[in-house]
């Protein structure tokens, strides 16, 4: 299975702040990777795919980059509303897997 | 937009069978080149892809739960079903279906809202 991991588990960030969140793979995964924004009780929501592709209806202020085993979530100009939990996810190979998640909270 | 919506029994006692089913609205199951997938999450932990289904009945489930795990479509109905066998603690979890978008790049662009199913006797 392809590991996930990624960095940091959490932060804490005052609005306006520009966050990075960082997901490594155990092996090469091209750029098959995607990201999901989850808040409590609900479903996940994916933001990006195919690593920097954003998924419509999802707002300009979040992007992805990366290829190969590293990849990059950035959250610009964070607000409140960006509290979440954040995954991500390799569609490389079977079994689909997941990161272990980033919490994001506001200071 | 389409939309997906889980059901079934909140309790299980080991080791039965967990069933759940995932009813698909505002199209149609067969449409497009998706796959309808299951994933879990147990409470304050993260998310575990269970398996995907095509509405072909072609079927990929997680080596970690394969020996458990049934999957199966019913097309007329514009549902798809999980089926986990031999229950214990360890598999209650919320859990969600999933549609699966983006061929080979797969990722989950609609979720159900989660049905929370607790293992316990």
């Known amino acids: 299975d392809i590991q996930m991991t990624q960095s940091p588990s959490s932060l804490s960030a005052s609005v306006g702040d520009r966050v990075t969140i960082t997901c490594r793979a155990s092996?090469?995964?091209?750029?098959?990777l995607s990201w999901y924004q989850q808040k409590p009780g609900k479903a996940p929501k994916v933001l990006i795919y195919?690593?920097?592709s954003l998924q419509s209806g999802v707002p300009s202020k979040f992007s992805g980059s990366g290829s190969g085993a590293e990849f990059t979530l950035t959250i610009n100009s964070l607000q409140p509303e960006d509290s979440a939990i954040y995954y991500c996810q390799q569609s490389y190979s079977s079994p689909l897997t997941f990161g272990g998640g980033t919490k994001v909270e506001i200071k | 937009q389409v939309q997906l919506r889980e059901s079934g029994p909140g309790l299980v006692e080991p080791p039965q069978t967990l069933s759940l089913t995932c009813t698909v609205s505002?199209?149609?199951?067969?449409?497009?080149?998706?796959?309808w997938g299951w994933i879990r999450q147990p409470a304050g932990k993260g998310l575990e892809w269970i398996g995907r289904?095509?509405?072909?009945?072609?079927?990929n489930y997680n080596p970690s739960l394969k020996s458990r795990v049934t999957m199966s479509v019913d097309t007329s109905k514009n549902q798809y079903s999980l089926r986990l066998s031999s229950v214990t603690a360890s598999d209650t979890a919320v859990y969600y279906c999933?549609?699966?978008?983006?061929?080979?790049?797969?990722?989950?662009?609609?979720w159900g809202q989660g049905a929370l199913v607790t293992v316990s006797s």
């Open positions: 999933a549609k699966g978008s983006g061929f080979p790049k797969l990722f989950f662009d609609n």
């Open positions: 092996q090469s995964i091209s750029d098959y």
């Open positions: 505002g199209d149609s199951i067969n449409s497009g080149s998706y796959y």
């Open positions: 195919s690593a920097s």
């Open positions: 289904i095509y509405t072909s009945g072609t079927t």
